[in-house]
């Protein structure tokens, strides 16, 4: 249930109560999401669905990926077309650039296919496409549309498909409350002010590209200057071979009492409660739904200056962003140092997550997006 899953089931309980479209979900497997959709009458249908792009490592595994990677989405596409070639379907919405399963499919069936890009997979994941780039262009050509979780993805993707129509909406979060005016000021103060240690959180898939590495090192900065009045909650499951290299750096450096790996955590709300600043260090990050919800708990964000945490954070503002590792240290040590900044930042920062990314704004641009789609097959 990380970003695009979380994103993708909001939308999805959003369509339904909109009572316009009727919303079927292929998904591979049972688990907590079909649980929701059947919860809430949602109809879904159980069927592999392979990626069509991988992480590129070597050309031998990759040449034997491929091919067989080319055969799974050829013998799910006949799987899917069988089912809902009676269905009257009228739109197929792709959740991931990652899948292509659901262009081949629209094709096959004559409908309209929108595909929600989510992510820099060449840039961020190192990934490559099994088919060859006319036919990727072709498909993505095909699209009534493209829709990009932020405008750095939107020029990326202007930039690869030209002839793609792409427009931006960002993915939205529910927030509880509206902050009232009167609570921006110069003299608020973070309401965790009172605390000992100064708790930091990362919330995200451990991997390379998301710096959780960078993480420790700036922790070791910090210790060396004779901080240790902080920890870090790297909360998340991922890659065991790179969870291995982070225990290795916490050790090596002496930071078991600075920084814990707490693996998968199902109650994010607890660790926002309990923390005093976010910390999003990835690099090409699309969005980050995670960094939104920092904000609107009322936590000042550090980022790192890339992808669209520029576009989420506002530097000095919301939050602080930072070019390197050095860089992570000192906002680190700033915000340690500097409990009223912090606090001003915090409500700052969840005024702005309300008024520019709620689920309410990203279902309403959505929907006009299926309705475009539908007038244009009329």
């Known amino acids: 249930m990380y970003g695009a899953n979380r994103a993708l089931l909001d939308l999805v309980l959003g369509v339904k109560a909109s009572g316009e479209y009727e ?64 269905a009257g379907i009228d739109i197929i919405h792709s959740n991931s650039s990652v899948i292509g399963t659901g262009a081949l499919l629209a094709e096959r069936l004559g409908c309209a296919h929108i595909w929600h890009i989510r992510e820099f997979a060449r840039e961020h994941y190192g990934m490559r496409y099994f088919y060859p780039g006319d036919r990727v262009s072709k498909l993505y050509g095909k699209a009534k549309c493209l829709i990009a979780i932020s405008d750095a993805v939107s020029d990326n993707c202007k930039k690869k498909y030209p002839h793609a129509k792409v427009i931006r909406v ?25 605390r000992e240690k100064n708790e930091f959180l990362y919330t995200g898939y451990l991997f390379p590209a998301k710096h959780q590495l960078d993480v420790i090192k700036a922790a070791a900065l910090l210790k060396k200057k004779n901080k240790s009045d902080f920890h870090i909650t790297l909360a998340g499951d991922g890659d065991p071979a790179y969870r ?16 814990t790996i707490s693996g998968f955590v199902k109650d994010v709300k607890r660790l926002l409660a309990e923390a005093d600043v976010g910390i999003i260090a990835s690099e090409y990050e699309g969005f980050g739904l995670v960094t939104v919800e920092y904000m609107l708990a009322g936590l000042p964000v550090i980022g790192r200056r890339s992808g669209a945490t520029p576009e989420i954070v506002s530097d000095g503002e919301s ?22 900044l912090a606090g001003e930042m915090g409500v700052k920062g969840e005024k702005r997550a309300k008024a520019l990314f709620t689920d309410t704004d990203n279902l309403t641009q959505i929907m006009q997006v299926y309705d475009n789609g539908n007038k244009e097959k009329d």
Not at 41 to 51: D, H, R, S
Not at 61 to 82: G, H, P, V
Not at 244 to 259: P, Q, S, Y
């Open 244 to 259: 291995k290299k982070l225990e290795t750096c916490i050790r090596k450096n002496g930071l078991e009492d600075n920084v």
């Open 23 to 86: 919303p079927v979900v292929v998904i591979p497997a049972e688990g907590d999401f079909t649980d929701i959709l059947r919860s809430n009458g949602i109809e879904y249908f159980i069927c592999g669905i392979t990626q069509w792009q991988a992480v590129y490592r070597e050309p031998v595994s990759f040449a034997l990926k491929k091919r067989k990677r080319l055969a799974a989405i050829a013998r799910e596409t006949d799987i899917l077309y069988e089912r809902f070639k009676d």
């Open 319 to 340: 939050g602080i962003l930072y070019d390197d590792i050095n860089g992570l240290a000192d906002a680190m040590n700033r915000l340690m140092d500097d409990k009223k």
């Open 170 to 194: 960002y993915d939205g979060v529910a927030a509880d409350r509206k902050v009232p005016e009167e609570e921006i000021s110069d003299t608020a103060y973070h309401k965790r002010s009172d």
